[in-house]
């Protein structure tokens, strides 16, 4: 092993991965304390050890890289760990243990996938991520969670085993399992970057995502938007950097976000496909795949967690305090939650990428690096999809859940903790904002960028505030409706469940028919038996006394002249 | 907090036509540096000067955005199912 020093190290994911197996046992105090102070450790922990830091043990013929401190993993784990400190103060006081140890067991096992140096190691923490996500799912305890958990599990198990398939295909093909960037040319790789691509919720299984986390309880769907598609994000950025066909996979994701969450009515599921959204302008960025780029997708990785995260607060504090989740039922609660509303309009702020927000110092990286590789048609698809984030999350979300028509709903803001953890998050999408330097500072590669030219400020504002306008003048096509929209998932909610019911029916009718037929031919075999054998039966009927006496005579008749001749 | 027999001056009818003009006046403010802020083309090379022609922020924001709605519209004729479609069969847990 490397220095000395190394014997010391301890994946910091386990901080959090063994801290959450605590939490079932603490009592109140040192149960708030754990869940603050478990994160706070983790983040210590990240930057504790140099970059360079390796720690592996050996297994089997292989030597596992627990720990090997990247640039990108250590920027990744940062936001993690912040990530699961303002979830944990978020659920302090509302959330069960289950889900709260279920959710850092979650968050420990994604901050180790960001420092594993090799694809086992990185697989096992991938598989820990499925599971701790389902429990959060299951946690909230609603029968439609749990429906929504299985169906969650099964996207995941078959994205596990497309990775478990592909990974040890490349170690058959190369003998090496180092994690480091491949390129999608032979099975192996196509298996692994599908693997990674389900996670990142990729088509054509995009709808997990609105389908699964919506249905989490308010403080379950803000740890599970944070976690799963940025770790799959990472591991792209590490794998797959510059890989071409990511592009259109991503420029798909952006639009369908759009697209779904435009036609949603239900609030969290808006903000879902909205990740979807914005993890395909992540996905597009690591397909260009240059310096430029790949610091754009890991930005926005970071400001993204912060500001869907702050979305998603707000609208669990509506959940919370109302009971309710659906646009229909919402509106003008901008009077009585103003805490509520004003960081939900901060978060939205952000995610459109306004000046002075972290969506605008971290998104312009991608879009300036598409310009720069001179990808014209991505880069007035990825400014038409910038627009299409104010419109589908930056103006639907606030408007429809805290304007629109007042709903005569008056709730008050939620308790205390919850309210500080929107205002933590609050000021971090605007600190980032104002201050990228910070950011710019742990990107993997050295940013020689200035987001702040009046050019940009002015052309930003200008896109976004006609967007919004665009918003307004088609607000009638936009009337909320209690519907859902299809999507893929059809075919395994509709489609294959029809199609089960249909061939049960048929296999029944045809049971029905093969067993009336053999039971025709039993009743057929019993009734001749009864006939011939039963008490009316030719061959069993009992004979008068008198015909006895008279066979008897002929049988001995019979004898005598056949014996005595 | 304001009783339900007075709303909320965002909600009075009387307002609608000042709420339409302060966005109206936004939107030309916004539009107002165009006159003075030069607008470089991203793709000079390509022989691609749209973007660096005037208003294009704007009209390309409104279109594309109105070309969305638009288009989520046609799918939802398509896609749109009541929101218990998938709850039908469910051997009647869930809901009320």
């Known amino acids: ?565 | 907090m304001p009783s339900p027999r007075a709303p909320h001056w965002l909600y009075r009818r009387e307002n609608l036509p000042n709420l339409w003009l302060i966005q109206i006046a936004i939107l030309v403010l916004a539009l107002l540096p165009e006159f003075f802020v030069h607008h470089h083309a991203h793709f000079p090379g390509q022989g691609m000067t749209l973007d660096a022609s005037w208003g294009f922020y704007a009209w390309y924001g409104f279109t594309t955005c109105a070309g969305m709605v638009a288009l989520a519209k046609v799918m939802g004729i398509f896609l749109k199912r009541p929101d218990h479609y998938y709850d039908d069969r469910d051997d009647g847990v869930r809901d009320d």
């Open chain 1, 1 to 565: 092993m490397g220095f000395a020093m190394t014997d010391l190290a301890w994946p910091p994911g386990l901080i959090l991965l063994l801290g959450a197996a605590a939490l079932p046992f603490a009592r109140e105090r040192l149960r708030s304390a754990l869940i603050l102070g478990l994160p706070a450790l983790t983040l210590a922990a990240i930057w504790w050890w140099p970059l360079g830091t390796l720690v592996s043990v050996p297994f089997l013929d292989y030597q596992l890289e627990l720990v090997r401190v990247t640039s990108e993993g250590r920027l990744f784990a940062t936001v993690f760990a912040i990530m699961a400190f303002a979830g944990g103060l978020y659920a302090l006081r509302q959330a069960t243990t289950f889900e709260l140890t279920a959710a850092y067991a979650y968050a420990g096992a994604a901050i180790g996938v960001t420092f594993a140096g090799d694809l086992i190691t990185l697989f096992i923490f991938w598989e820990l991520m499925a599971i701790g996500s389902t429990l959060v799912l299951w946690a909230a305890g609603t029968e439609g969670a749990y429906r929504a958990s299985l169906r969650y599990l099964l996207i995941h198990l078959l994205g596990g085993v497309l990775l478990m398939a592909g990974i040890a295909a490349w170690v058959a093909e190369t003998g090496s399992i180092a994690f480091t960037a491949m390129r999608p040319e032979s099975l192996a790789t196509w298996l692994i970057l599908a693997g990674f691509l389900i996670n990142a919720g990729a088509p054509p299984l995009s709808a997990w995502i609105a389908d699964a986390y919506p249905e989490a309880s308010p403080s379950g769907t803000v740890f599970l938007s944070a976690f799963t598609t940025k770790t799959a994000v990472y591991a792209l950025l590490v794998g797959f950097p510059g890989a071409e066909i990511l592009v259109p996979i991503g420029l798909y994701m952006v639009f369908y976000g759009i697209l779904y969450a435009l036609l949603e009515n239900d609030m969290r599921r808006i903000l879902a496909y909205s990740i979807v959204n914005q993890v395909g302008f992540m996905v597009v960025a690591i397909g260009i795949g240059t310096p430029l780029a790949l610091n754009g997708a890991a930005a926005h990785a970071f400001a993204h967690i912060l500001y869907k995260a702050l979305l998603l607060m707000s609208a669990g504090s509506v959940l919370w305090m109302t009971q309710r989740r659906k646009c229909t039922d919402l509106g003008g609660l901008f009077q009585s939650m103003p805490v509520t509303t004003i960081n939900g309009i901060v978060g939205a702020l952000a995610i459109s990428a306004f000046p002075f927000t972290s969506g605008f110092v971290t998104k312009s990286l991608e879009t300036q690096a598409a310009a720069n590789e001179g990808l014209a048609l991505v880069w007035l698809l990825l400014l038409a999809a910038s627009a299409g984030v104010f419109l589908h999350a930056g103006i639907k979300f606030p408007w429809f859940v805290f304007f629109q028509r007042d709903s005569g709903l008056r709730p008050p803001d939620p308790p205390a903790n919850m309210r500080q953890a929107m205002w933590l998050f609050s000021f971090l999408c605007l600190a980032i904002g104002l201050f990228p330097q910070v950011l710019y500072g742990i990107l993997p590669h050295p940013v020689d960028y200035q987001p702040y030219t009046l050019e940009h400020v002015v052309s930003q504002l200008q896109l976004l505030l006609f967007a919004g306008f665009a918003f307004f003048a088609m607000l009638p096509l936009m009337r909320r409706t209690l519907t859902i929209s299809l999507d893929f998932d059809w075919f395994y909610r509709k489609f294959f469940k029809e199609l089960l019911s249909e061939f049960s029916v048929r296999t029944s009718a045809f049971h029905g028919a093969l067993t009336g037929r053999w039971r025709g031919r039993i009743e057929r075999l019993v009734g001749n038996l009864s006939r011939h054998h039963g008490p009316q039966g030719t061959l069993a009927r009992t004979w008068p006394t008198g015909s006895m006496v008279l066979w008897v005579a002929i049988l001995l008749g019979a004898s005598l002249l056949l014996y005595n001749r």
